[in-house]
């Protein structure tokens, strides 16, 4: 039988409904598992993420920092021999001096206004003017007039001889005896010519250099061959070293030698200025308990002649030592100690010192092979300590 049309359309709305709800259903679960799934993907990631992070190095760049700030270097035995200490002084080397001299009695004029000593000077240079003044005898001006008076009559003379003897007039021994005034009033007037100006006679440097010494003053009346000024080039220096009676027997074994400016604090090696072992006294000086040594070294422009200095002889290293830098000590209440990187921090550790070079210090005991120590801005890292605070750049764990 037919349905009624009403029956049929509420049968189609019904079968409608439920495909929709269906697929409802499937789109829903769908969602649901992509989502599901999207959230064990985050976890992972998140979880890797985390995990590979772990295994990175930590404070690798304030590790170099720390390094590089505090100079840490890493223990290891080292040559090091017997050292003596001594006294010694700065002198100029042996021709590396010249002694300027008047060339004729005067009154002596500064060519140079404000020469003092200390300033360079260069070759051939005119520092002083030996005037004669209202001097009656022995002056300048007159000698010169009279120096060229004689060789102008003299080379007249030998002119005249020499036609003459072209010519067999005058016998060989006349023309010889002119001829021998002339090469001396020639050269007594060039000598007196040679550095001549008006008013009198100049006297230059032999060398270039710096003045040391200043031995006389403006008007001062001098005599030929005075000292006038000493020049030092500064080039070579020597350093001399009282060493005592009881280092005697190790003389045989010094090589080289570090030394200590006082002006500066700079520690200097002779082997770093191309320096060498000249020789060494075999008798004590008088009235002195020391015997003389003897270094040869170049001046780079900061050692200055006289000066005293702190030495420290090297003898032939014969032993491995355990030696660090001497900028890593530090003193308390007598006691010394350093400042060791132990991957966790710095860690505070008293040495025991035995001997130093002027550079190194040999360690007897607290230290190891392999250990880290801080050998510069160490006095940064004990008030960092002390204020209860980490040094800048220092290990963070």
């Known amino acids: 039988m037919k349905l009624p049309i009403v029956i049929l359309t509420v049968l189609a709305i019904a079968l409608t409904s439920s495909c929709h709800s269906d697929r409802s259903h499937e789109l829903l679960g769908h969602h649901h598992g992509h989502s599901h799934s999207e959230g064990k993907h985050d976890h992972d990631h998140d979880h890797d993420h985390d995990h590979d992070h772990d295994h990175e190095p930590k404070n690798s760049h304030s590790n170099h920092q720390d390094h590089h700030l505090y100079g840490v270097i890493d223990v290891a035995f080292t040559p090091f021999g017997e050292v003596i200490r001594a006294g010694g002084e700065i002198m100029p080397a042996r021709g590396d001096e010249q002694v300027v001299i008047a060339n004729h009695d005067g009154l002596v004029l500064f060519a140079l206004a404000g020469i003092q000593e200390g300033i360079e000077v260069k070759s051939n240079q005119q520092l002083i003017t030996i005037s004669s003044g209202n001097l009656v005898h022995d002056n300048l001006e007159a000698g010169y007039l009279e120096a060229k008076a004689r060789f102008e009559k003299a080379k007249i003379d030998f002119l005249r001889a020499s036609r003459l003897m072209a010519d067999t007039i005058i016998p060989e021994s006349e023309y010889l005896d ?30 270039n250099g710096y003045i040391k010494r200043i031995h006389v003053v403006e008007g001062e009346f001098v005599q030929m061959g005075q000292p006038l000024v000493t020049i030092s080039q500064n080039k070579r220096l020597v350093i ?12 045989q074994n010094i090589r080289w030698a570090n030394f200590i400016t006082p ?36 001046n780079k422009g900061d050692l200055i002649p006289g000066t005293f200095v702190e030495v420290y002889l090297q003898t032939a290293a014969v032993a491995q030592s355990i030696a ?14 350093v400042f ?14 035995d001997g130093t070079d ?15 120590v801080a050998t510069r801005n160490v006095s940064r890292i004990r008030l960092s300590q002390m204020s209860g605070q980490l040094p800048e750049h220092a290990h963070v764990h």
């Open 340 to 353: 060791i990187d132990n991957h966790e921090g710095w860690e505070k550790r008293y040495v025991t010192p």
């Open 263 to 298: 002006y500066d604090g700079k520690i200097h090696s002779t082997t770093e200025l191309n320096g060498r072992l000249v020789s060494w006294g075999r008798t004590t000086a008088d009235n002195s308990f020391y015997i003389p040594v003897f270094f040869e070294v170049d």
């Open 240 to 251: 001399k070293v009282d060493v005592p009676q009881n280092a005697i027997p190790k003389l």
């Open 324 to 337: 660090i830098p001497k900028t890593a000590l530090l003193e308390e209440f007598g006691s010394f100690y």
């Open 178 to 207: 002119a001829k021998l005034a002339f090469e001396v009033s020639q050269a007594t007037f060039n000598a007196i010519k040679r550095n001549y100006e008006a008013g009198g006679q100049k006297v230059l440097t032999t060398t």
């Open 358 to 372: 002027g550079k190194l210090v040999r360690i007897a005991h607290g230290l190891s092979v392999g250990e880290h």
